[in-house]
């Protein structure tokens, strides 16, 4: 991978895993930034600062990667944090949006749960996850919040894979390029 922009000062040793989960994907594995402590932090303060001016009701996170730094963003802005979670893996009582949406190796659902106190509509919203790649999820993401009624007010990921998605509108710590 070669690397565009870096806003870390903390050196990444991002591993990499050819052919999984399937033949073809190149798998990027963040376990050993998380794993760091001072980097794990310095992540967490970036999105913070970006972030903490913003009107933001909450911040949502997609699984599994996205929890790990969704939960962190949303406590120290002393904000809610919602997972997005994969078709089923949410009590049917609570599901309040069902969507599917293509990845990279086939197509996936996911579902939001339901909020209480007139549940999306009119509240304010950030997408937090991992690595943006095509842009798929987030787009499916921010489709179905925006027909619950609620405002996306931006979306960040601590890695963008910029031949992907070509998008300039994410908030990226790390922009590559896959060789």
Known sequence: MKVLKNNLKNELNIRTEKNFPIEGIEFIDIT???????????????????????NIDYIVAPEARGFLFGVAVADRLNIGCIPVRKKGKLPPTTVESVFEYEKEYGTDKLELPKLVNDGYKNKNFYIIDDIYATGNTM????????NLGGNVVGEGVLMNIVKLNNDTNIFSLLDVEEE
Not at 139 to 146: L, T, V
């Open 32 to 54: 050993p930034v998380i794993i760091q402590k001072e980097v794990l932090k310095e992540i967490i303060d970036k999105f913070e600062e970006e972030l903490k001016e913003k």
């Open 139 to 146: 787009k499916a993401i921010s489709n179905a919040i925006e």
